[in-house]
């Protein structure tokens, strides 16, 4: 529904970057990191960090006017909860994520441009970089967000009675991983790109899973090896236009035994595409991002579903951040 707006509210908003920007570039300093285990004096930190002093002191007034850190007497330190999320010494570290945005800010300057064009503004995508930092920000950061919710699905979808799960796009492998810790028995594959093994692989050692979890490269836009009792296909189709996210489902749906399950999992839109604001946003990520991607509705994936040759399409009831929702069929 439209709202009331002040002119206060409308600056605010234009200018919300600004504290974006500033969060972006702490992490991408590692200046939390750097405060991890205890109070610095401000100049050598900055010199720490390799930074101009004086802008240093310019950052580290605006994180202290956010919260985020604490000056006094020319010492700076972090608060705890800080420190949790934004250290990369945390096990809670969601700095990756941080430096993913911050990679694909300069495309949605250049937002204006794309709609009109109708085209992507990025340079290029961070999932298909050949930068080695870019690509860890992208993989890791996709962690970050999965395991903040993997356990709660895992919880939820019930694969009892099913042996071989694929994840499809699955990059570091969270959702597999996490559906093998809740099923005793059983086993994945994590099907994604050359450059995403040695993150997987590393992710997969962590969890003590390497017997049980592999890792098969793969282009999945061209096929999706067969043979599975499960597809799991997170935040993958939004990538795609309509016609090509429907042909991955066709070959998701392909790959599967008789009985098998189909699960997608993406940010919905509603049916009528007015919302809700995250899955709306995140649409628009897709535009300045990738050639044809786009956020889907509900329904939209349950047809995709349906022409895949799946029944018992259904809806997942589970509550997730972000406007995520699970669609799921059946193949007879």
């Not at 705890?80 to 010494?89: E, G, H, N, Q, T």
């Not at 490269?217 to 935040?235: H, N």
């Amino acid at each position: 529904m439209a709202r009331e707006w002040t002119s206060q509210d409308i600056l605010r908003l234009s200018g919300s970057y600004w504290a974006t920007c500033s969060l972006q570039a702490a992490v991408v300093l590692d200046l939390f990191t750097a405060l991890h285990d205890g109070a610095k004096e401000e100049d050598a930190l900055a010199a720490e960090l390799a930074c101009d002093a004086r802008a240093f002191a310019m950052l580290s007034g605006s994180l202290s006017a956010q919260g985020f850190i604490e000056r006094d007497g020319g010492m700076v330190t972090a608060p705890p909860s800080a420190l949790r999320f934004l250290s990369a010494k945390s096990p809670d570290y969601l700095g990756f994520i941080i430096k993913h945005h911050a990679k694909i800010m300069p495309a949605w300057t250049k937002l204006d441009q794309a709609v009109r064009s109708g085209k992507s503004t990025a340079e290029s995508r961070s999932i298909d970089s050949d930068d080695p930092a870019a690509r860890e920000a992208f993989l890791m950061g996709m962690f970050n967000i999965a395991r903040l919710q993997a356990d709660k699905i895992a919880d939820v979808l019930d694969l009892s009675g099913r042996n071989r799960l694929i994840d499809v796009v699955g990059g570091p492998g969270t959702y597999a991983i996490y559906f093998c810790l809740k099923n005793k028995e059983l086993k994945a594959t994590v099907l994604d790109f050359a450059s995403t093994r040695p993150f997987a692989e590393k992710t997969i050692e962590r969890f003590g899973l390497s017997g049980r979890v592999d890792f098969q490269e793969g282009d999945f836009t061209r096929a999706i090896p067969k043979g599975y009792d499960v597809a799991w296909l997170s935040q993958v189709l939004h990538g795609e236009s309509p016609e090509d996210a429907a042909a991955v489902v066709k070959k998701a749906a392909k790959s599967l035994n008789p009985g098998g399950l189909l699960c997608i999992q993406e940010f919905l839109l509603d049916d009528d595409r007015s919302g809700p604001l995250h899955a709306s946003l995140f649409s628009l990520n897709m535009l300045v991002q990738t050639p044809g991607g786009q956020a889907y509705s509900g329904k939209e994936l349950a047809d995709m579903l349906r022409q895949a040759g799946a029944d018992s399409v259904r809806k997942l009831d589970i509550d997730l951040p972000q406007n995520c929702g699970i669609v799921v069929g059946e193949i007879p």
